[in-house]
């Protein structure tokens, strides 16, 4: 038995959505968050001080991206290399300076 190939007929256009009540919610949506953009300092004002800062910690990622926790580990040998010396050193001369600054002793 012989197998031919056919051309491919019908079918979903690449890129093409079909799904038209998914983009007319889409629209909706997009008008209804233009709009409260327009009005949200208003609104924000209007709220008492405790949901007021309740609303903006809840926007704030949004506009400001979240820091990541940073986490190293150090493995210090009996003789810890000649460059964690330079390290400490610094870090114990730059609080020193700081103390200074400061007016502490």
């Given at each position: 038995?012989e197998i031919?190939?056919?051309?491919?007929?019908?079918?979903?256009?690449k890129?093409?959505?079909?799904?038209?009540?998914?983009?007319?919610?889409?629209?909706i949506?997009?008008?209804?968050?233009?709009n409260?953009?327009?009005?949200?300092g208003?609104?924000?004002?209007?709220?008492?001080?405790?949901?007021?800062?309740?609303?903006?910690?809840?926007?704030?990622?949004?506009?400001?991206?979240?820091?990541?926790?940073i986490?190293?580990?150090?493995?210090?040998?009996e003789?810890?290399?000649e460059?964690?010396?330079?390290?400490?050193?610094?870090?114990?001369?730059?609080?020193?300076?700081?103390?200074?600054k400061?007016?502490?002793?």
């Amino acid at each position: 038995m012989e197998i031919t190939k056919r051309n491919k007929t019908g079918g979903r256009v690449k890129g093409v959505s079909i799904n038209k009540v998914t983009k007319e919610l889409k629209e909706i949506l997009k008008d209804v968050i233009q709009n409260e953009f327009n009005t949200i300092g208003e609104t924000l004002q209007k709220l008492d001080p405790e949901k007021r800062l309740d609303a903006v910690i809840k926007l704030l990622p949004y506009v400001v991206p979240k820091l990541q926790n940073i986490q190293s580990e150090i493995e210090i040998k009996e003789n810890p290399p000649e460059i964690l010396h330079i390290i400490v050193d610094g870090v114990e001369m730059n609080l020193s300076t700081e103390k200074l600054k400061n007016g502490k002793s």
